[in-house]
Structure formats: structure tokens, C-alpha cells
């Protein structure tokens, strides 16, 4: 059984458009994240949620809006899509905030034409 | 910035031989962490050290950690052709938010 699982896992999309990206953990979890990686690697947080509450908001335009329906579900909603938001985006969880182990899922590469 | 950095950038070594990575950080931190990440694949947790730790084995991993330093080791001995990823250090912050920093990771090839 997967533990984090993303859909879709391709994402290839014209500018402008609006997307969504949507991500389960079985784990039980208590905090989701979302993290961008860049073209070079670079992972960088976006977003946290623990228990269905935003924790951490990293900057991140106001394009991009979190969803956590319940404490399973963390979705991402991506308005009027840029080119430099591709990328590919990582749902992760952990038993806790932050300080334990994380578990991600394989990641939606977005491209954007 | 907190963000940690893997030294070196990349890594190729024969099958068989020891593979060692560095990270370095910059803040005082609770504890540090190790990610591998196959092509195409998520990253996968390895290993985590807590700050009053200085050692810690798993399988083929060991694992260092110097806090006067802000700097951590990975060693994979007798490396396989199936470690073949990239190596990521992650840590938290003591006195701040409740995220880990990534720093760029180590791209490991093992040749047969």
C-alpha cells in the first residue's frame, strides 16, 4: 500500500491556466507538507499543515492555495500558472511537526508551455 | 539562511568501495537528517541524528555529527549499484519554525 500517494504524477499544462494537485497519506498521520524542488534539486518548503491547521506559509505567492479537507488530505491549488512554477511538487507527512521523520510521496512534475 | 549544503556536489566511486558526503548548517539545531532520493521517486528518510548524538549506524550507514562544527557525515560502506541517488541533508531549527531546511544534496553514481 502506498503511504503518500500524489495524482496526478504529470502535470503539462499552457500558461495562465489553473491546476490542482492532490495528495492521501495513510499513515495517521498528524502534519502534510508540500515542498517545490527546483531544476537543480533545491527542495524548499511551500506549506504545513498539521491536523487541518496551516502552520507554515513560506512565502509563497498567493497563486498557490492549500487545501487540507481533513487531517489525510493536503491539496494544491495553482492559479493563472507561470512558467516559473515548473517544477516538480512533493506531499510529505509526519507523525508530528517537522522534528521526526518524513515521508514523501513520488512527486507531480508540473511543466508549464 | 538556514539552509544546509552537501559537499561534494557529486560523487562516483567503484561498487565496492566507501562512499562519504558532508553537510554543513548554520544554526543550533534539534536534530539532523538524511534523505535519499532515486530518480524520478520521492525522497526516502535514512537516518536521523538528534543534537546531543555524535554517532549513529543503520545497516551500511553511518551516520557523524559534529554541533561545534555544524557539520554532519554519511558514510555507505561497501556502496551497490542500487545506492546509486541523490543524498540530501535536512535540518530543523532550535529556536524556530517547525520546518526542515534541504540543503542541495550529493548525486552518488556507483559504476560496477
Known amino acids: 500500500d502506498t503511504a503518500v500517494s500524489q495524482t496526478p504524477k504529470y502535470l503539462v499544462t499552457q500558461m495562465g491556466n489553473d491546476k490542482s494537485i492532490k495528495c492521501e497519506q495513510n499513515?495517521?498521520?498528524?502534519?502534510m507538507y508540500w515542498y517545490k524542488q527546483d531544476s537543480k534539486k533545491f527542495l524548499k518548503i511551500m506549506f504545513s499543515y498539521n491536523n487541518k491547521e496551516l502552520i507554515i506559509n513560506e512565502t509563497v505567492p498567493n497563486r498557490f492555495s492549500p487545501k487540507s479537507p481533513d487531517k489525510a488530505h493536503l491539496n494544491l491549488h495553482i492559479n493563472s500558472l507561470e512558467l516559473g512554477d515548473s517544477a516538480v511538487y512533493f506531499c510529505?507527512?509526519?507523525?508530528?511537526?517537522?522534528?521526526?521523520?518524513?515521508?514523501f510521496g513520488d512527486g507531480t512534475r508540473l511543466s508549464i508551455l | 539562511s538556514q539552509q544546509g549544503e552537501e559537499d561534494p556536489q557529486a560523487l562516483s566511486i567503484q561498487e565496492g568501495e566507501n562512499a562519504t558526503m558532508n553537510c554543513s548548517y548554520k544554526t543550533s539545531i534539534n536534530n539532523l537528517q538524511w534523505y535519499r532520493q532515486n530518480s524520478g521517486r520521492g525522497l526516502v528518510h535514512l537516518i536521523l541524528i538528534r543534537s546531543n548524538e555524535r554517532e549513529k549506524h543503520s545497516g551500511r550507514l553511518r551516520v557523524t555529527l559534529d554541533t561545534s562544527k555544524k557539520s554532519s557525515s554519511l558514510l555507505i560502506t561497501a556502496s551497490r549499484a542500487a545506492d546509486t541517488a541523490s543524498y540530501f541533508c535536512?535540518?530543523?531549527?532550535?529556536?524556530?519554525?517547525?520546518?526542515?531546511?534541504f540543503g542541495q544534496g550529493t548525486r552518488l553514481t556507483i559504476n560496477p
Open positions: 499513515l495517521g498521520h498528524d502534519t
Open positions: 535536512a535540518t530543523d531549527w532550535a529556536q524556530g519554525a517547525q520546518k526542515l531546511v
Open positions: 510529505a507527512s509526519s507523525l508530528r511537526e517537522a522534528q521526526g521523520p518524513q515521508h
